[in-house]
Nanobody, 122 residues
Framework: QVQLVESGGGLVQAGGSLRLSCAASGRTFSSYAMGWFRQAPGKEREFVAAISWSGASTHYADSVKGRFTISRDNAKNTMYLQMNSLKPEDTAVYYC???????????????WGQGTQVTVST
């Protein structure tokens, strides 16, 4: 069992930056690949970024590539999402998730946080 708690969301103007954190507790953090997903009102939850167990590999959705950076610190049991050049269309609830597989598929993630709201104003 892994418990995940996101933090760092908030209201920011377009062009601004935010850094999300995902703190993990429970079973060994480094045993899990991790991902960020987001869900905007009226839309399905979508993949944002994933990072492998050691952090050596990362993958991004095309919509955030070049603007967002995913990272992890296994010593601190924490994953991050640095979001730069934010756009109004990035507004959503952001979720972190853990999987035994390094994957972009939402169905492969076993554990989820409660989400943190990110709102980007024009």
């Amino acid at each position: 069992q892994v418990q995940l708690v996101e933090s760092g969301g908030g209201l920011v103007q377009a062009g601004g930056s935010l850094r999300l954190s995902c703190a993990a507790s429970g079973r060994t953090f480094s045993s899990y690949a991790m991902g960020w997903f987001r869900q905007a009102p009226g839309k399905e939850r979508e993949f944002v970024a994933a990072i492998s167990w050691s952090g050596a590999s990362t993958h991004y959705a095309d919509s955030v590539k070049g603007r967002f950076t995913i990272s992890r610190d296994n010593a601190k049991n924490t994953m991050y999402l640095q979001m730069n050049s934010l756009k109004p269309e990035d507004t959503a609830v952001y979720y972190c998730a853990a999987s035994l597989r390094y994957t972009v598929l939402i169905t492969q993630y076993d554990y989820w946080g409660q989400g943190t709201q990110v709102t980007v104003s024009t």
